[in-house]
């Protein structure tokens, strides 16, 4: 055998034997998961005067400035979910009702009934 070879069989990645300064680890599979997943439904009102969160009898209502076009009004929605929640924008995720105005967030290390807590009554 010759220096940094295996034997046959041994089962070694092939970077382990690359140069020092070209090693690579191989990564299989690798996920991130959040510790606490809240799911938030909400109904999206574009076109409005101002940009709110509110709690009403039907649910929560997110006005937008926005027109319903490209997406813009779910972008806007999402931001101001996540300002009126106090957390990042990217802790925040559409899950459901791209094209529809009854949408469904999905919330990053907060569960449900947080998120609901944290809301303006």
Known sequence: MSAGR??????RPRLA?????LRRVPVV?????ATHVGS???????????????RSRDGIVV??????EGGRATEEARKAVAAALGIPASAVT??????????????ADM???QALQRLPP
């Open 6 to 11: 295996s034997a046959p069989g041994a089962h």
């Open 94 to 107: 559409l899950h459901g009702g791209r094209r529809s105005r009854e949408k469904v967030f999905e919330l």
């Open 17 to 21: 034997l690359a140069p020092r300064s």
């Open 40 to 54: 938030l439904s909400v109904r999206v009102v574009p076109r409005s005067n101002r940009t709110a969160v509110e």
């Open 111 to 113: 569960t449900e009934i």
């Open 63 to 68: 006005r937008v400035r926005a027109a319903p």
């Open 29 to 33: 599979a690798c996920r991130v998961h």
